[in-house]
């Protein structure tokens, strides 16, 4: 297993982040620094009303962009049918798909998550509830929280036309309804591959319960999938194994 001392973690980041992290670890500053970044609430969103037919498929993927992955796959990670989630990145080239990168804003990539689930079990439609209604705000253009730039933007990436239009639906729908303050302004965009981030990247949430960013920023997401999808919701995550 990699050394997750805060030398060796903070070390792997860009320095804009890296400063600002070393700021939060002291407990003081903790306090501080959740009165002015604390979690969103999050909003309660009626279902799709299009979703994928039932198929005979074991298993399918979704790829969802939603601000920092290790928040998004943290809450996912606890829902029942899904198989995997892994945090990578969309939307650019392969040569670019890396954390240093990605993080300055120009390689076109968004940090994603790549969710393989069982269609019997949870349907691409449940999936996008979740997304839009705890995992992030879809109004918050190119950010989320306390990171800005395009690599945290909110977008869907379909794996097939029947996810496209179930995806263009359900905007159309959530907007119509005024759902959200605000309009929603996740795009649908073409998929062109996904990369797995690092493995320091993997199942941050559920490892490193007590780092600050986490604790200001994904903890109340779980907390928020547990209350408002009870009946989805599994207490214990299902990690991705890697090469740690």
Known sequence: MKDFSVSRLTSTLPAWRRNGLRLLLGAALLQTAACSFAAEDAVSIAPPQKDEMV????????????????????????????????????????????YERVSEGDTGHAESVEVTFDPS?????TLLQIFFSVAHNPTELNRQGPDHGTQY????????PDQQAVA????????AAKSFNAPIVTKVESYNG????????????????????????????VGQLKQLFADRYSEQPVLLKTGQ
């Open 153 to 160: 933007r909110s977008a869907i990436f379909p794996q097939s």
């Open 121 to 125: 079990q949870v349907s691409y439609g």
């Open 55 to 98: 198929s005979s498929a074991k298993t399918e993927t979704a790829v969802l962009a939603g601000g920092c992955f290790w928040g998004v796959q943290g809450v996912f990670q606890h829902v029942q049918g899904v198989k995997k989630v892994v945090s990578g990145y969309a939307g650019g080239k392969a040569d670019t798909a890396q």
């Open 168 to 175: 263009q639906a359900y905007i159309a729908q959530l907007d």
């Open 194 to 221: 996904f990369y797995p981030a690092e493995d320091y990247h993997q199942n941050f949430l559920t490892t490193h319960p007590t780092y600050p960013y986490i604790v200001i920023n994904d903890l109340p997401k």
